[in-house]
């Protein structure tokens, strides 16, 4: 679980940033500031451009006082002060004012949907994760979106909160849709199907990554288990000897192991050639046991000494 904690933190969570578009407020009388509050947000749009914060919140929350703003004016100073608590990093007011921004029902539908969604990884941001994942999860429903990066978020949530459940399905969505995929998604896909009890599912992904990476005898001894776990004891046997012709099994466990192998499966045969070569190597002791085993294999193999 260490592991697979360190990859999914590795993974990049981006947050959504606020523009207010100017074109549209020109054209939508409804939603104009009053000339009251245009001067102060004139003020606090140059603070902000400037990358003075705290007196652009400062500026924003007087405004916000204005006891005659309308559901337009109160949703932009809302999302504007979401912004700058967002730039000052705090994230729990940032969340608060794109909620307000939300609630005051003055954004337009695209800006509620963006704000939304921008609420979703703050709440991920701030590691309340199931939260933030509900929200992502409504907000990916609502919108029809498949985007990679909304899918990793919502993924690495769902397994911080530790929903494996409710994880897998958008996992399986995400890695089908991820191009080019890195070994750490390969192992996340790993993680959840042997977490979840999947391991014709956990299979699968193991054959995909003992193809990329053949030389992981790590990775090999997993699709053993997975096989085995599923009683196709034939199939771990096959991927058991695959291993000697890669040159993975070097120890004299190892190498026994696979003579023992092959004389349970009556490849007598190939059992005799391999306890005979690597007893010429070295590999396995040429004591007084294997000498006897190989003179039983070979004459169960019919070979003639």
């Given amino acids: ?8 933190l590795a993974l990049t969570l981006g947050v959504a940033t606020v523009a207010i578009a100017q074109s549209s407020q020109a054209q939508d009388q409804a939603r104009t500031f009053s000339v009251e509050t245009k001067k102060s947000m004139e003020k606090a749009m140059g603070y902000i451009a400037d990358g003075k914060y705290s007196k ?28 700058v608590t967002y730039q000052d990093k705090d994230y729990k007011n940032a969340i608060r004012h794109f909620e307000n921004a939300v609630s005051a029902g003055g954004l ?24 933030g994942a509900s929200r992502m999860e409504n907000w990916l429903r609502k919108t029809g979106r498949q985007d990679v990066k909304y899918l990793e978020t919502l993924v690495q949530a769902l397994v911080q909160a530790e929903k494996y459940d ?11 849709a991820k191009s080019p995929k890195a070994r750490k998604h390969y192992d996340l896909m790993n993680y959840l199907y042997h977490t979840l009890g999947k391991p014709d599912k956990q299979l699968g992904i193991l054959q995909a990554m003992t193809a990329q990476w053949p030389q992981e005898r790590k ?13 196709k004891t034939f199939e771990a046997y096959q991927v058991y000897a695959k291993l000697y012709d890669l040159r993975l099994l070097n120890s004299k466990e190892d190498l026994s192991k696979l003579v023992q192998y092959h004389e349970f499966y009556k490849r ?11 007893m010429n190597n070295g590999r396995l002791d040429r004591n007084e046991g294997n000498q006897s085993k190989l ?9 003639t000494p």
């Fill in 1 to 8: 679980m260490r592991i697979i904690r360190s990859v999914l």
């Fill in 56 to 83: 652009a919140e400062k500026r924003l929350k007087d405004v916000r006082k204005i006891k005659s703003l309308s559901p337009y004016e109160i949703s932009t100073v809302e999302q504007m002060l979401g912004q």
């Fill in 108 to 131: 337009s539908p695209t800006d509620a949907t963006n704000a939304e969604l921008t609420i979703a990884q703050l709440y991920i941001r701030t590691k309340q994760y199931e939260t």
């Fill in 166 to 176: 409710r994880a897998l399905p958008w996992a399986e969505r995400w890695f089908a």
């Fill in 219 to 231: 990775l090999w001894d997993l699709q053993i288990s997975a096989l085995a776990s599923q009683d």
């Fill in 268 to 278: 007598f045969d190939i059992a005799a050639r391999i306890l005979e070569t690597e």
């Fill in 295 to 303: 003179t039983q294999l070979k004459r169960q193999a019919g070979i």
